[in-house]
């Protein structure tokens, strides 16, 4: 009904950037929002960043506050995150989120992994 794919992952050195896309089909018309989760080996899954998609409105987990940038494009949809200034500690699979609060429906993408080296 409703698919996500990211795209973007990859190793990247520290002080680096990388810049995750997440590509929405299917029955997108009543989607709410969209963000980026991820989870590290051993922990928890985080949530990262999320866009509304009407207003434009983003939030973003403290830790990625200044560095991640999340933005969205309508004519897709897509939803992006721009990466800059890694850590080795953002190392992660990145997972695309999206909801639609209208349908009581979350969906998730495959994730990607991203890497980086110190």
């Known amino acids: 009904q409703v698919q996500l794919v990211e795209s973007g992952g990859g190793l990247v050195q520290a002080g680096g950037s990388l810049r995750l896309s997440c590509a929405a089909s299917g029955r997108t018309f009543s989607l709410n929002t969209m963000g980026w989760f991820r989870q590290a080996p051993g922990k928890e899954r985080e949530w990262v960043a999320r866009?509304?998609?009407?207003?434009?409105?983003?939030y973003y987990e403290d830790s990625v506050k200044g560095r991640f940038t999340i933005s969205r494009d309508n004519a897709k949809p897509m939803v992006y995150l721009q990466m800059n200034s890694l850590k080795p500690e953002d190392s992660a699979v990145y997972y695309c989120n999206a909801e639609d609060q209208y349908r009581g429906k979350t969906y998730w993408g495959p994730g990607t992994q991203v890497t980086v080296s110190s």
């Open positions: 866009i509304r998609w009407s207003g434009e409105s983003t």
